[in-house]
């Protein structure tokens, strides 16, 4: 009766009956598969939950990392312009070390040249004076008669200063005078010619220098020392060929006298 009576009870449960322990058994394995489930359940929680996490993760470690592409593609571009920038400072800097090296060789050769010319000048305004009195005085005729009389200037004076005893130095003092005349230069002429009547006094030059002392007196307008000069060469050198023309040019000069344009004293 039990039996059919526990059929009955679970049979619209069961497929067919089963015995007492087969019951309890099937209960106690329900209760473990309701624990796996139980179980199951916390650890799809758990996975669900770490999944979300895992999710949110990835969703930043994507946000940062398209971030960083764009901050990479943003550097990249940047280099790519930075370099692109330096490779144009270098070939300008190329082109002016090219320039540079141009002005350096152009200035080389200027300099070269311009030592070229410097050493010219330097042989034209100061000539190498010959050692030897011979050859000192021939170079100074030498340019002398080729019209370079700065240069002839300088190779008399040293040849005077050097050799003043020499008969020819005088001679070379009124050449000195006499250039000055030639270029006009009257001032200069006149302390030349007074320079060898002093210092060469018994020299056959010096009645040839106080007529051109007196000539260039004349023609500084300075008539009275001329006339006094004129006569002092007549008194003195009354046989040089020179004391025949006093007379006449004192003529001449005491009638420019009366001109103060031409004569101021």
Known sequence: MRFHAACALVGFALAGCVTTGQGEKMTADIGQ????????????????????????????????????????GARMAKNETDIAAMTGKIEEAKYLVGELQKQVTLTTSKVATLEQNQQRIVDRVAPTMPEDKEALWKEAQRRLSEGQRDDARRFLRSFIQRFPDDPRAPQGQLQVGMSFVQELKHSNAVAEF????????????????????????????????????????????????????VKERLHEVQKIARDKNLCTS
């Open 194 to 245: 007074s320079n060898l009547i002093q210092r060469f006094s018994r020299s056959p030059e010096v009645p040839e220098a106080m007529w051109q002392l007196a000539e260039s007196f004349v023609v500084l307008k300075f008539c009275g020392d001329a006339k006094a000069m004129y006569q002092d060469l007549a008194k003195r050198y009354p046989k040089s060929p020179r004391a025949s023309q």
């Open 33 to 72: 598969l309701r624990q796996r489930l139980d179980t199951m359940e916390v650890r799809d929680r758990d996975i669900n939950q770490k999944v979300g996490q895992l999710r949110t993760v990835l969703d930043e470690a994507t946000a940062l990392l398209g971030r960083n592409s764009a901050d990479l």
